[in-house]
């Protein structure tokens, strides 16, 4: 007994409408998303620095940051280690010279926050011409 008719199977069809529309999705996505992160990448001008130039801080306000905190201004003590009291002890050294120089002298060892609550301080009274004093690394002996 024969049960196959006459007729010829038919093979069966994978449509690939579909796979090109998700493949096609994914690339629109990964072009999108490749220029937006172009876009919000943060541009940085970095400072550059050389062994040559030497600054002459006797002219300047010399603001220092010790291993433990404290502040100097000049060579005297701020009694308290807060922002308020670092301003008005370079508002009474400093008095209304805002153009002059200021070498911003911070111990290896201070503490992140206090080196900005400086910076953030001599930003807030007006100084533009702030500098931050480093020494020259020692070269390796081979």
């Given at each position: 007994m024969?049960?196959?008719?006459?007729?010829?199977?038919?093979?069966?069809?994978?449509?690939?409408?579909?796979?090109i529309d998700v493949v096609f999705t994914?690339?629109?996505?990964?072009?999108?998303?490749?220029?937006?992160?172009?876009?919000?990448?943060?541009?940085?001008?970095l400072p550059k620095a050389s062994t040559e130039q030497k600054l002459s801080t006797s002219d300047?306000?010399?603001?220092a940051v010790d291993a433990q905190?404290?502040?100097?201004?000049?060579?005297?003590?701020?009694?308290?280690?807060?922002?308020?009291?670092?301003r008005l002890?370079?508002?009474r050294v400093a008095g209304d010279?805002?153009?002059?120089?200021?070498?911003l002298r911070a111990d290896a060892k201070a503490t992140h926050q206090s080196?900005?609550?400086a910076m953030t301080v001599l930003g807030n009274l007006g100084f533009s011409k702030v500098s931050i004093a480093t020494v020259e690394a020692q070269k390796e002996q081979p």
């Open positions: 024969n049960f196959t008719s006459g007729r010829m199977r038919e093979e069966p069809e994978i449509s690939l409408t579909s796979l994914l690339i629109i996505f990964f072009v999108v998303t490749t220029t937006f992160d172009e876009r919000s990448a943060v541009q940085l001008d300047g306000l010399t603001v905190g404290r502040f100097y201004v000049g060579s005297d003590e701020v009694l308290k280690q807060d922002a308020d009291s670092l002890a370079i508002l010279q805002r153009d002059q120089t200021v070498t080196v900005v609550t």
